[in-house]
């Protein structure tokens, strides 16, 4: 079976410009999450859905973010405008209900110059 | 929110030997994960363990919800066990479905 895709694997790109991650979650996956990584912050989560409605985004870290999930199979995670200090890893998971085991991506590292 | 803690925050091993990785968390979870990212960064599921023990080949582990803790065993480490373990926790009410992560033990097994 395959796992959660994200794309694109890297993306580097110069500061203001829009950037748009992708996720694939598990198939008969209800829940997906997106988290982001820094050395600084470890894994924090900034969303998460479930039967495609966002049902917490208080970690989202301001307006310029912002995620939709317009089908079970997909969703996205854009920042418009980017800046430096979004450079990260940004991690797509799904799980079968909440609660229920998180089974992660690839991750999208992306660098803001 | 809840606090996760893991320790030790470093361990260095030759390959071989034994290591136990704890994970403290400060209030009641539903559940618990464990995973390993590995140098390339990807995440790695390894037990979702909400109380008792579980054994996967060289790897187990041991929740113990009711003193708010879990281990992790590695027995005789090899050199793809390195990279960084995390513990993560599904806490209840408002945290209800959220993961929240330890900042993880970095593991180095030299050959």
């Known amino acids: 079976d395959a796992g959660v895709i994200q794309s694109p694997r890297h993306e580097v790109t110069e500061m203001g410009q829009e950037v748009t991650l992708r996720c694939k979650p598990i198939s008969g996956h209800n829940s997906l999450f997106w988290y982001r990584q820094t050395m600084m912050r470890g894994l924090e989560l900034l969303i998460y859905?479930?039967?495609?409605?966002?049902?917490?985004d208080s970690g989202m870290p301001e307006d310029r973010f912002s995620a939709k999930m317009p089908n079970a199979s997909f969703s996205t995670l854009k920042i418009q405008p980017s800046e430096p200090r979004d450079s990260a890893v940004y991690f797509c998971a799904s799980s079968l209900v909440p609660n229920q085991p998180q089974h992660f991506g690839d991750g999208t590292r992306l660098s803001i110059l | 929110g809840i606090q996760v803690e893991q320790s030790p925050p470093d361990l260095i091993l030759q390959e071989g030997a034994n290591s136990t990785l704890r994970c403290n968390f400060s209030?009641?979870?539903?559940?618990l994960q464990w995973f390993h990212q590995n140098p390339w960064g990807q995440l790695i599921n390894l037990f979702y363990i909400p109380s008792g023990t579980k054994q996967n080949g060289r790897l187990s582990a041991t929740t113990v919800a009711t003193e708010r803790y879990s281990l992790l065993y590695i027995s005789s480490s090899q050199t793809t066990d390195s990279g960084v373990y995390f513990c993560a926790v599904y806490a209840g009410g408002t945290s209800y479905g959220k993961l929240t992560f330890g900042q993880g033990t970095i593991l180095t097994v030299h050959p």
């Open positions: 859905f479930n039967n495609n409605v966002p049902i917490d």
């Open positions: 209030d009641s979870v539903n559940n």
